[in-house]
């Protein structure tokens, strides 16, 4: 709900409303709108120090365009603000309800955020505040921060949590952007000082430029890892007991740089990068060699090269308790049949959604440069990927088929056939229509789309299919349905 709608309600409806459906209310806005609410109503007035889950983010301090956030002047004057809006929301004298969510995102790199620490540590120690996440930086473009800036920035993270220990004991969720922290200040923190700590998010964040960067805690609490465009040689997971979500994404050396070890509950791992062309296909199994209680992966190719080395044999280990996998970003020249090998090596698989796209993401460069769709399949095919079930393939427990990005073509038509009569559990296939914005402003797939919107273009889909391959499955058709539609 934003601003305007709640400027909009009548001062007799606003009345009426009990507390407590206000603070749902108020609990889907920004604290600057929450705040200012309060001159609607005399009822409103004491309501955002009832919040029991708040949220203060220095993004709501900013102009928009979010300024330059290099430049001082514009961040002294947004933490200037969001310390105020700390000092306000955190007042013993207002405060009226314990919160049991605070959630602050700043910038580690002044007095105010000294302030905002104090501020914070007193609060957890008269018992106000019970669990916190915390945001440091902003996201900003590969190489637009300098060397020295991400020294420093991760000088300051090691600093605040050193000399807030109050924080440092109630952090649940952490997230950095731009920070290179020194290898022994990282173990420090994840090992020894953030015991409470549960999810960590590190976006272009290293330990040192190409250098190994090893998490190695055995008494963390720690269970969401992501990292991306994180410029290390390699990460090492050693040692991690609790983790359960493992998040990847844009790595810039030429192999995945990751490396797995002592991670006995992880069921979740989500990969996605645009590989360029000095990065080579890697080894799935390799990865995931340590590993064999995942139940979800996602791999995400984001309309570019399959970065994945054809195997199938080696991933049955890794695969053997999946129950839920999910290809995005497959680009239309690789086709969808060398995703069986996947499918063979996965006996409890029983979710598979696949989005496939002639453009989805593509930059212009790759655009370019990208082979065409024959030239595509020729180089799969030599390298095995390119191919139908095996003869003696086992049944599929497969549930559900999602596919998104469906066009009404042979190719498709005969893929999910080929999972139909390989699946005789098969209770439901999801037809999607994938709509993505970037190509509808340049006129791209708009019309191209073979994705059947009428009744009668989608009973001759669903034909098609009973008749060639015999299925009990529930066909259905999803449609991008537009703002206001």
Same mark, same amino acid.
């Given at each position: 709900?934003?601003?305007?709608?709640?400027?909009?309600?009548?001062?007799?409806?606003?009345?009426?409303?009990?507390?407590?459906?206000?603070?749902?209310?108020?609990?889907?806005?920004?604290?600057?709108?929450?705040?200012?609410?309060?001159?609607?109503?005399?009822?409103?007035?004491?309501?955002?120090?009832?919040?029991?889950?708040?949220?203060?983010?220095?993004?709501?301090?900013?102009?928009?365009?979010?300024?330059?956030?290099?430049?001082?002047?514009?961040?002294?004057?947004?933490m200037s603000s969001l310390a105020e809006a700390v000092r306000s929301m955190l007042a013993p004298t207002r405060r009226k309800s314990i919160?049991?969510?605070?959630?602050?995102?700043?910038?580690?790199?002044?007095?105010?955020?000294?302030?905002?620490?104090?501020?914070?540590?007193?609060?957890?120690?008269?018992?106000?505040?019970?669990?916190?996440?915390?945001?440091?930086?902003?996201?900003?473009?590969?190489f637009d921060v300098s060397k020295e800036e991400m020294v420093k920035h991760g000088e300051r993270v090691h600093s605040f949590f050193h000399?807030?220990?109050?924080?440092?004991?109630?952090?649940?969720?952490?997230?950095?952007?731009? *920070?290179?922290?020194?290898?022994? @200040?990282?173990? #420090?923190?994840?090992? !020894?000082? &953030?015991?409470?700590?549960?999810?960590? +998010? =590190?976006?272009?964040?290293?330990?040192?430029? *190409?250098?190994?960067?090893?998490? @190695?805690?055995? #008494?963390?609490?720690? !269970?969401? &890892?992501?990292?991306?465009?994180?410029? +290390? =040689?390699?990460?090492?997971?050693?040692?991690?007991?609790?983790?359960?979500?493992?998040?990847?994404?844009?790595?810039?050396?030429?192999? &995945?740089?990751?490396?797995?070890?002592?991670?006995?509950?992880?069921?979740?791992?989500?990969?996605?990068?645009?590989?360029?062309?000095?990065?080579?296909?890697?080894?799935?199994?390799? &990865?995931?060699?340590?590993?064999?209680?995942?139940?979800?992966?996602?791999?995400?190719?984001?309309?570019?090269?399959?970065?994945?080395?054809?195997?199938?044999?080696?991933?049955?280990?890794?695969?053997?308790?999946?129950?839920?996998?999910?290809?995005?970003?497959?680009?239309?020249?690789?086709?969808?049949?060398?995703?069986?090998?996947?499918?063979?090596?996965?006996?409890?698989?029983?979710?598979?959604?696949?989005?496939?796209?002639?453009?989805?993401?593509?930059?212009?460069?790759?655009?370019?440069?990208?082979?065409?769709?024959?030239?595509?399949?020729?180089?799969?095919?030599?390298?095995?990927?390119?191919?139908?079930?095996?003869?003696?393939?086992?049944?599929?427990?497969?549930?559900?088929?999602?596919?998104?990005?469906?066009?009404?073509?042979?190719?498709?038509?005969?893929?999910?056939?080929?999972?139909?009569?390989?699946?005789?559990?098969?209770?439901?296939?999801?037809?999607?229509?994938?709509?993505?914005?970037?190509?509808?402003?340049?006129?791209?797939?708009?019309?191209?789309?073979?994705?059947?919107?009428?009744?009668?273009?989608?009973?001759?889909?669903?034909?098609?299919?009973?008749?060639?391959?015999?299925?009990?499955?529930?066909?259905?058709?999803?449609?991008?349905?537009?703002?206001?539609?």
């Open positions: 709900m934003e601003e305007g709608v709640i400027s909009k309600l009548p001062d007799d409806v606003i009345s009426k409303l009990p507390d407590d459906v206000l603070l749902l209310i108020l609990g889907k806005v920004s604290l600057t709108t929450a705040v200012k609410a309060n001159i609607l109503s005399t009822q409103w007035k004491h309501l955002p120090w009832l919040l029991t889950q708040l949220s203060i983010d220095i993004k709501d301090f900013l102009h928009e365009p979010h300024a330059d956030p290099t430049v001082d002047d514009h961040i002294n004057k947004a919160i049991t969510g605070l959630c602050i995102s700043l910038f580690l790199i002044n007095s105010y955020s000294s302030e905002i620490g104090h501020l914070v540590s007193e609060a957890i120690e008269n018992g106000m505040v019970k669990d916190i996440k915390l945001t440091s930086g902003l996201q900003r473009l590969d000399k807030y220990h109050s924080i440092s004991c109630c952090l649940a969720t952490l997230r950095l952007f731009n *920070a290179t922290i020194a290898e022994s @200040d990282m173990h #420090n923190l994840l090992a !020894n000082t &953030l015991t409470q700590l549960r999810s960590l +998010c =590190l976006y272009q964040c290293d330990t040192g430029f *190409a250098k190994l960067f090893k998490i @190695d805690a055995p #008494n963390s609490k720690l !269970n969401v &890892l992501e990292f991306c465009c994180c410029y +290390c =040689l390699r990460v090492e997971l050693v040692c991690l007991p609790k983790l359960e979500l493992l998040i990847c994404g844009y790595w810039p050396t030429p192999y &995945l740089p990751l490396t797995l070890g002592s991670v006995p509950c992880l069921k979740e791992v989500e990969i996605y990068s645009a590989t360029v062309s000095y990065q080579a296909p890697f080894k799935l199994s390799e &990865l995931l060699c340590s590993t064999s209680c995942i139940n979800t992966l996602m791999l995400d190719f984001l309309g570019q090269k399959i970065w994945l080395q054809p195997e199938k044999n080696k991933l049955c280990s890794a695969f053997s308790s999946l129950k839920e996998l999910s290809l995005f970003g497959i680009f239309v020249g690789f086709g969808l049949l060398w995703t069986t090998a996947l499918l063979e090596a996965a006996p409890a698989l029983e979710i598979l959604h696949i989005e496939y796209s002639e453009i989805l993401y593509m930059t212009i460069f790759a655009l370019k440069r990208r082979k065409g769709k024959k030239d595509m399949v020729k180089e799969l095919m030599r390298h095995g990927m390119c191919q139908s079930f095996s003869p003696s393939f086992k049944p599929l427990p497969l549930t559900t088929l999602q596919l998104s990005g469906f066009n009404a073509t042979e190719d498709h038509i005969v893929f999910i056939g080929a999972v139909m009569k390989r699946a005789s559990n098969l209770q439901t296939v999801i037809l999607e229509e994938l709509y993505c914005k970037q190509c509808s402003a340049i006129g791209v797939c708009a019309n191209e789309c073979k994705f059947p919107k009428n009744g009668d273009q989608q009973e001759v889909v669903v034909n098609k299919l009973k008749n060639r391959f015999s299925s009990s499955a529930q066909i259905m058709f999803r449609e991008h349905k537009f703002p206001g539609a």
